[in-house]
């Protein structure tokens, strides 16, 4: 997960799944993000579902407006970070976060080097 990435495809197809479990689930949710360094910001290809002049997000959209809602408004004011996601509601009040940077510098690698 990386910081610029948040409300794509997918993860409105993973939030709404998650929403959707602990709705019936009546448990506690746990995030573990496996966040690594920021790149640069994928293009809005996307994000594209969120537009509504595309065709299917209507249709999206119905599944839990809620979360499109969310997402979008992370999208077109630019907040696309982990923090602003978690702080959005967009996962239950109290889902629990574990948002350390996975860093792998310093370790050696395995195997052949040369």
């Known amino acids: 997960m990386k910081d610029g990435f948040i409300g794509d495809i997918g993860d409105y197809s993973k939030y709404g799944l998650l929403r959707a479990l602990n709705q019936v689930g009546g448990f506690r949710l746990g995030i573990v993000w496996m966040k690594t360094k920021p790149v640069a910001v994928p293009g809005r290809r996307t994000v594209e579902y969120l537009n509504a002049s595309v065709k299917r997000s209507e249709s999206l959209s ?28 967009a996962l239950p009040a109290s889902t629990m976060y574990f948002d350390k940077l996975l860093d792998f510098e310093g370790i050696p690698a395995i195997g052949n080097t040369a």
């Open 62 to 89: 119905a599944c839990d407006t809620k979360l499109y809602r969310i997402l979008r408004s992370l999208v077109d004011g630019d907040y696309r970070t982990i923090a602003r996601l978690e702080a959005s509601n």
